[in-house]
């Protein structure tokens, strides 16, 4: 994603350069390929908003972008300060990122748009097979299929962050889909790429294909305008392209690792967001991109030596 940004700042700007951060940026790959790196401390540190504002000052930083779950609320509530700063924070609302991390408000989210989600379980009212997964966690760490009482050993029944919803088939009826969604400062959509995931290794996808799809359509219609969204969001759900059925899962507030196929397939997120932010440009809604674009991923090295 870091070259991605790369190469539209080259073509929007020669002045315009791709920084990143890091608690340790010599063992960050990113770090390595952007044009310039600096350490930060952890996001659970009490520093660490004040060293992204004091580093973005003095490096002259016009647009932040934040790539972590844990960091989103923090950047979101000091977003005031750092626009009196003219320094622009590409973050959703505090209360939008508060009901996507907590997947409970989530399924709410969704029905405000009128798009339902797998159903939630009471503790005491399990209907089995069902699914389990941390409230608030991120790629599918924690989650579990539990298929009959004997599968809730004393671990899951005494985790409290875990949640039990209704088993969705996706090895027969439904396939998992990503769909990265653009929206402006006012929680406008401009873009939607739906990504079909064909594999997924540590719960980012290796293999996808692009899809314009019936999801696609619906969602142009049921989410064209998301309060409180800004930037690039990352909503999940399972379709079935046959029938059309689809159920809202889960939504990141974030760019995600999928990104590089919506942005082959036209989906310019980084470059949208320059000419929004930097040049106040209103950005035109786009359905031009391609139509089963497949990206399929492999692993690549990044040399660091002793003296770098």
Not at 119 to 133: H, Q, S, T
Not at 227 to 249: K, L, S, W
Request: with cysteine; aromatic share 12%; net charge negative.
């Amino acid at each position: 994603m870091v070259q991605d940004f790369q190469t539209e700042a080259a073509k929007f700007s020669d002045d315009v350069k791709i920084l990143t951060t890091d608690l340790v940026p010599r063992m960050s790959s990113a770090c390595h390929v952007s044009d310039g790196s600096f350490e930060v401390p952890l996001i659970s540190s009490d520093s660490y908003i004040d060293s992204i504002f004091d580093l973005a000052v003095r490096e002259n930083i016009g647009l932040i972008i934040p790539t972590i779950d844990t960091e989103l609320q923090k950047l979101a509530n000091e977003r005031g300060r750092f626009e009196a700063a003219g320094i622009h924070i590409i973050v959703s609302d505090a209360d939008f990122i508060a009901r996507c991390r907590d997947k409970r408000k989530t399924a709410d989210l969704f029905a405000r748009y009128g798009i339902r989600s797998p159903e939630i379980y009471d503790r005491e009212k399990l209907v089995f097979p069902c699914f389990a997964k941390p409230y608030d966690g991120s790629r599918a760490i924690g989650a579990k299929r539990i298929d009959t009482p004997a599968d809730l050993t004393p671990e899951v029944l005494a985790d409290p962050k875990l949640m039990f919803c209704q088993l969705i088939d996706i090895e027969n009826e439904f396939f998992e889909f990503t769909v990265d969604m653009y929206y402006d400062h006012e929680g406008r959509l401009k873009c939607a790429i739906p990504r079909k995931r064909l594999e997924v290794r540590t719960g980012e996808v290796s293999k996808g294909i692009t899809r314009k799809n019936s999801l696609y359509q619906t969602l142009l219609e049921k989410m064209a305008v998301l309060e409180g969204a800004r930037g690039c969001i990352t909503a999940q759900f399972f379709c079935n392209e046959e029938t059309g059925e689809f159920y809202g899962v889960e939504i990141n507030p974030r760019f995600g690792g999928g990104f590089p196929l919506t942005y082959a397939a036209g989906g310019n997120y980084p470059g949208w967001l320059m000419h929004e932010y930097f040049r106040n440009e209103e950005i035109p809604f786009s359905d031009d991109w391609e139509n089963n674009l497949i990206m399929l991923r492999y692993d690549a090295k990044v040399l660091v030596h002793e003296n770098d």
